[in-house]
């Protein structure tokens, strides 16, 4: 589903995120930028090595902030890569951290010039966070920020798995 908010086409689709064709994709990256599992480990395979040689140079990256890369052989020019929290109960700062890392990429996308990113579900994976909360958050700081920002042309949220995609619909009906 799709709806418009303000510029931007904000659309839900299932899908792997390593084939989108946005300017930049969103990577729910580990706070050592060293790959791993779930969409991480999918990333750094299509991409090539390139990603992680620039992951290596950068280091480190905080929960809630965000680091940019080249996107090396993906479609997409830019990865930004950001650390959403490790669910543990809910009252460890997880949403206020899960809010951080969704503006802090959107935020990367205003810096870089760019009009479209793909989201992946960040931390509803091996990170533990309740899908529909997690999704709750994802579209709230999505559409404030689109709201006072023109530049963004296109949110593209790419979900993996057809309950994944269920969920986000459900929330972004109820907010439009
Ligand atoms: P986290 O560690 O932040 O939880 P995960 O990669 O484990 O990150 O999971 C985040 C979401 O990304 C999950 O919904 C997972 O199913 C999904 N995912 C895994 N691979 C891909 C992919 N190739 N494209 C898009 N989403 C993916």
């Known amino acids: 589903m799709e709806t418009k908010i303000n510029n931007a086409m904000i659309a839900l689709v299932q899908g792997d995120i390593t084939r989108e064709e946005t300017e930049a994709i969103v990577n729910a990256a580990n706070s050592g930028l060293k790959g ?14 390139s990603i992680m040689e620039e992951c290596r140079e950068i280091g480190y990256c905080s929960t809630g902030q965000a680091v940019v890369t080249g996107g090396g052989n993906l479609k997409a020019g830019y990865i ?3 650390v959403g929290p490790v ?11 899960l809010k951080s890392a969704y503006l802090e990429s959107l935020k990367k996308v205003t810096q870089n010039r760019l009009r479209s990113v793909s989201f992946p579900a960040i931390s509803a994976g091996i990170y533990g966070y309740p899908p529909r909360e997690a999704a709750h958050i994802a579209l709230e700081t999505t559409i404030n920020y689109v709201k006072n920002h023109e530049d963004i042309e296109l949110v593209r949220f790419v979900l993996f798995s057809r309950d994944i995609y269920d969920v986000f619909s459900d929330e972004l009906k109820k907010m439009i």
């Open 36 to 49: 791993g599992g779930g969409v991480d480990g999918a990333i750094h395979r299509a991409g090539g090595p």
């Open 80 to 82: 930004i890569h950001t």
């Open 87 to 97: 669910y543990s109960g809910g009252n460890r700062g997880e949403a206020d951290l």
